[in-house]
């Protein structure tokens, strides 16, 4: 059973398209977040979910809104991709246990997201 | 603001032979630490963590790491690692002050050779 799942794996568009990547967690945790992985590796949160609601929203373009329809799912919709946003995207998720930050993350497989 | 320096980027090492891979941090409050491995196209997976408590933190598949404040150091090791072992592996930095943002390194290949 996977914890952390994501769709799709890859996924190639081009430039200016609208797509959405989504998570889902069966770890029964509340919290859930999207990181972006550039092509040197460097690993960087984008946002984070603590039941539905937003916690963490980094500096990241408005062209990329998540959605947490419940605290099982956060997707992830990006408008008018540019060469740029290239990367692997990650999914995460974690229990809060009385210190957020102490807390063990979860990760997905990932999506490759490669903008043409 | 929190910070994380992987010193290596890429670490060769002979199969059955010890490792460490070195990770400092700055920040000016008490911080969590973590160390994640990534394996060649999947998710990150924590191998180990630093809370409060005892330097020395065992962690999965053998790794170990010790936490030291003076040095704002949290090295990982391995006495003796296998194939297997070859990933990638990152840093990671934690406080309240800083929103409970998990702040990673710029990770470290390591590549154990036959």
């Known amino acids: 059973d996977t914890a952390v799942s994501q769709t799709p794996k890859y996924l190639v568009t081009q430039m200016g398209n609208d797509k959405s990547i989504k998570c889902e967690q069966n770890l029964g945790h509340d919290t859930m977040y999207w990181y972006k992985q550039d092509s040197k590796k460097f690993l960087k949160i984008m946002f984070s979910y603590n039941n539905k609601e937003l916690i963490i929203n980094e500096t990241v373009p408005n062209r990329f809104s998540p959605k947490s329809p419940d605290k099982a799912h956060l997707n992830l919709h990006i408008n008018s991709l540019e060469l740029g946003d290239s990367a692997v995207y990650f999914c995460a998720s974690s229990q809060v246990r009385g210190m957020p930050a102490a807390d063990t993350q979860y990760f997905g497989p990932g999506t490759r997201l490669t903008v043409l | 603001a929190q910070s994380v320096t992987q010193l290596d980027s890429q670490v060769p090492v002979f199969e059955e032979a010890p490792v460490e891979l070195r990770c400092n941090y700055s920040s000016s409050v008490s911080v969590y630490l973590f160390w994640y491995v990534q394996y060649p196209n999947q998710g990150l997976q924590l191998l180990l963590k630093?809370?409060?408590?005892?330097?020395l933190v065992k962690g999965i598949n053998g790794f170990e790491a010790e936490f030291n404040k003076s040095q704002t150091s949290f090295h990982l090791r391995k006495p003796s690692v296998h194939i297997s072992d070859t990933a990638e592996y990152f840093c990671a930095v934690s406080a309240l002050e800083y929103g409970n943002k998990l702040v990673f390194g710029a990770g470290t290949i390591l590549r154990v050779k036959s």
């Open positions: 630093y809370l409060s408590g005892s330097t």
